[in-house]
């Protein structure tokens, strides 16, 4: 079984910076793609950045310039760096990683999600 804890978010004035992290832990034998995304209230969820396990990222338009998306392997975390935050980045951040993980009886590679961590940011 594989777990994901993210971490970070918070309560953040305009211009400020936050940096989100989404552990994994379990039986993982490799994290592969990994994504960041967000959803506001009243809208609907929406990829921010991505990371792929070669490390080629790529950004929303509306964060390019201002988050960074990162990946320890070794500690099987992953990394979203967010500079010069505005209200319109409030929203529940969600970490999503594909991960294999190998049983006796197999191999396995889905999609986790993290369960979410809120980022306000306020004017």
């Known amino acids: 079984q594989v777990q994901l804890v993210e971490s970070g978010g918070g309560l953040v004035q305009a211009g400020g910076s936050l940096t989100l992290s989404c552990a994994a832990s379990?039986?993982?034998?490799?994290?592969?793609?990994v994504a960041w995304y967000r959803q506001a209230p009243g809208k609907q969820r929406e990829v921010v950045a991505a990371?792929?396990?070669?490390?080629?990222?790529n950004y929303a338009d509306s964060v390019k310039g201002r988050f960074t998306i990162s990946r320890d392997n070794a500690k099987n975390t992953v990394y979203l760096q967010m500079n010069s935050l505005n209200v319109e980045d409030t929203a529940v951040y969600y970490c999503?990683?594909?991960?294999?993980?190998?049983?006796?009886?197999?191999?396995?590679?889905?999609?986790?999600w993290g369960k979410g961590t809120l980022v306000t940011v306020s004017s």
């Open positions: 999503r990683l594909d991960i294999t993980t190998v049983f006796p009886t197999g191999v396995l590679k889905r999609d986790y």
């Open positions: 379990g039986s993982i034998f490799s994290i592969n793609a």
């Open positions: 990371i792929t396990s070669g490390g080629v990222t």
